[in-house]
């Protein structure tokens, strides 16, 4: 074979070898979200996150059963569950995990160090022990505060201030 025949060869194959190693590959992995609650199926406000979550990822072209899997554990509001849910859940490796409340974002931290883990409806991230910082959290775990202990000074401000009559 002369010089040039193999160059073009090599050429052409390496060409077509992208190609043919993504017609091999099976359609696009599936993510999966771990979801611990200490409430139960029956609350209400389970059914409410489920679908705020599921409305969140849509839009992102998300959805469940095509590209993204859910898997939910609840514990039914007893606290003793947490613990064995938190460990179940965190030896399926989903991707991330979503946990909700403070006791059970850090029994669930406590489970994984290793896969990422966004709370919500925690109290004071730092305080508990959480993360580090709000700017900076630190570790696998980062999330949402629904209160922020430095605008505590500012409500009382704001409660023990004399309340003007309106002007008609």
Known sequence: MRRRQ???????????????ARAQQPGERVRRIGFLLAISQDDPVTQEYLTALAQGLAPLGWREGHNVQIETRLAGGEASRIRALATELASLSPDVILSHGTETSRIMQQASRMIPIVFTTVTDP???????????????????????????????????????????
């Open 6 to 20: 193999f160059i073009t060869l090599l050429g052409g194959a390496a060409a077509a070898w992208p190609l043919a």
């Open 126 to 168: 730092i305080g508990s022990g959480l993360v580090a910082s709000l700017a900076h959290p630190g570790g696998n775990i980062t999330g949402f505060t629904n209160f922020e202990f430095s605008m505590a000074g500012k409500w009382l401000e704001f409660l023990k201030e004399p309340r003007q009559a309106s002007e008609t």
